[in-house]
């Protein structure tokens, strides 16, 4: 997580701003691999592992999310998708001569010619999956935070580490519901 994303993050419970805990080195290289988000308010914390927040609470709203998340691995598996080792699909997304890809492409493009993305724009990629149109967004300079449910490292937003590292850029991969999403708002405090 780069440590400028902590003034657009709020605490998913109550609102309230969050404080960020990590090493002096990781604070002051500006990317965060292992920390902690606390609400000094009420002492809520959310963990940062593999620079990916965790920003949910594990209640009664979130055990239906985590039950898709599961079932969105476990399609993966059952369908012999699973594992990305020695797999460069996820680097080409979309742009893989083979469908569904030819279709997701095109309309991908669509939404580029509308997003018109610019150097400095914030951008929210919802239900990011794996990261790959953030990876695309960010290469064009854009500040993007993905956002998804699916934290698996081969077909859930854990692979934004590799898809960032291929492509040398950078985005903020955040674990939450986009039903209630832990970003500063107009109406946040
Ligand atoms: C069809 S996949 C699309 C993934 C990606 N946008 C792509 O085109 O490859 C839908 C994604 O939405 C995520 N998702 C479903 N419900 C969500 C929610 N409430 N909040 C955030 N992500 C959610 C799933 O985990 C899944 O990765």
């Known amino acids: 997580m780069r440590t400028m994303l902590l003034a657009h993050l709020r605490c998913p419970l109550d609102g309230g701003p969050l404080e960020l805990q990590a090493a002096p080195a990781e604070l002051d290289r500006g ?21 990916m927040a965790y920003l949910y609470v594990d209640d009664e709203r979130w055990q239906p999310l985590a039950r898709e998340a599961a079932g969105w691995v476990q399609y993966h598996q059952d369908h012999q998708m699973y594992d990305q080792a020695g797999s460069d699909i996820d680097f080409q997304t979309p742009y893989f001569p083979h469908d569904p890809w030819i279709t997701v492409a095109r309309n991908f493009d669509i939404a580029r010619e509308i997003i018109q993305p610019q150097p400095g724009m914030w951008v929210l990629d919802v239900g990011a999956g794996r990261g790959w149109a953030s990876k695309h967004l960010a290469l064009a300079g854009c ?7 699916t934290a698996d490292d081969q077909v859930g ?3 934004a580490q590799a898809i960032m590292q291929q492509a040398g850029t ?3 991969p955040i674990i ?7 970003l500063k708002t107009a109406r946040s405090i």
Do not use: M
């Open 31 to 51: 990317w965060v691999e292992t920390g902690t988000l606390v609400n000094p308010r009420t002492g809520a914390t959310y963990p940062i592992r593999a620079g």
């Open 143 to 149: 500040n993007v935070v993905a956002v998804d449910i």
């Open 157 to 159: 937003l854990g692979r």
């Open 170 to 172: 950078c985005f903020d």
């Open 176 to 182: 939450a519901d986009n039903e209630n999403l832990p």
